[in-house]
């Protein structure tokens, strides 16, 4: 069988010395104007960006949201190829799940990418099909970095849990495969640490920090399991350069460098 995921994120953490996520979060309509003159803008921005970026990359994480038409799926495999090219693993943040028998066709997206983010809301079953694929990641959502990610995961169920704690329970229980890793917002720093504690060995992709003013520090502190995790920013790299010209890369590559840095302060003080 091929490398597991999480072997694989682990090297290239290690090679990176990096545990960011660059979020491929390529909204048209922020792409700089010279390259809409281009067949698929979002495939030569993110060309840009993955050239500028990728030394700090632990992984690229695009949101399949930003590519869901004819020209975006065009885009979002250029991109695949391109980032594999460099070597750095692909999660696609596709949040998915439905009925197994649905699930089955959502599950060949992992022919494509190494990673993918799953939805837990319709149980087990509508997981299975991506559990099973032993040598890619799946990453469950479990207490999300939304104002909203509080209404239903906060929920205190009879036993006394909150509903994101039975999810890091189930997600422990259904990692047979040494696969599974959590999704939890950097918004939401103390369910970080208590979540950390229930499940110590499953790692966390930590979305949140940057545009939606996450902790950076409980991201790194909490999000590691054995130094493997993710720590994802998404606008606050893409679009950090300024510049509507060609400086744009210019300006990610700086902001994954400074993010990486950043991190590593607190990595190396754990
Ligand atoms: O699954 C995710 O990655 C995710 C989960 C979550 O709780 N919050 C969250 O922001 N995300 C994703 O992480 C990215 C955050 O983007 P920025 O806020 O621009 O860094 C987006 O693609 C979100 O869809």
Not at 128 to 145: A, W, Y
Not at 183 to 206: N, Y
Not at 214 to 238: M, Y
Request: glycine share 8%.
């Amino acid at each position: 069988m091929a490398q597991a995921f999480f072997e694989r994120l682990a090297d290239r953490i290690q090679q990176t010395d990096s545990v960011v996520s660059v979020g491929l979060d390529s909204d048209l309509s922020r792409i700089p104007d010279h390259l809409h003159e281009k067949d698929l803008p979002r495939w030569a921005f993110n060309r840009r960006i993955i050239d500028a970026t990728h030394e700090h990359a632990a992984c690229y994480k695009p949101n399949a949201a930003f590519y869901e038409d004819a020209d975006g799926w065009r885009a979002l495999r250029e991109t695949i190829a391109y980032a594999h090219g460099k070597d750095v693993p692909v999660l696609l943040d596709a949040k998915r799940a439905d009925i197994g028998n649905t699930t089955r066709q959502y599950a060949k997206l992992l022919d494509e990418v190494d990673a993918i983010t799953v939805n837990p809301y319709m149980g087990r079953d509508s997981l299975q099909p991506f559990l099973d694929r032993g040598d890619k990641g799946v990453f469950i959502l479990c207490r999300t970095s939304n104002p909203g990610g509080e209404d239903l995961q906060d929920l205190e169920l009879d036993s006394g849990e909150r509903v994101y704690e039975r999810v890091a329970a189930l997600a422990d229980l259904w990692n047979r495969n040494d696969n599974v890793g959590l999704v939890v917002g950097a918004t939401a720093p103390d369910e970080l640490e208590s979540i950390r504690e229930q499940v110590p060995d499953l790692p966390f992709l930590v979305p949140g920090i940057g545009a939606q003013g996450g902790d950076a520090e409980a991201a790194v502190e909490f999000g590691l399991a054995d130094g493997v995790g993710l720590v994802n920013s998404s606008r606050g790299i893409i679009f950090a350069g300024e510049d509507n010209g060609e400086e744009f890369a210019r300006g990610a590559g700086d902001a994954a460098r400074r993010l990486k840095k950043r991190l590593n302060q607190y990595r190396d003080s754990q």
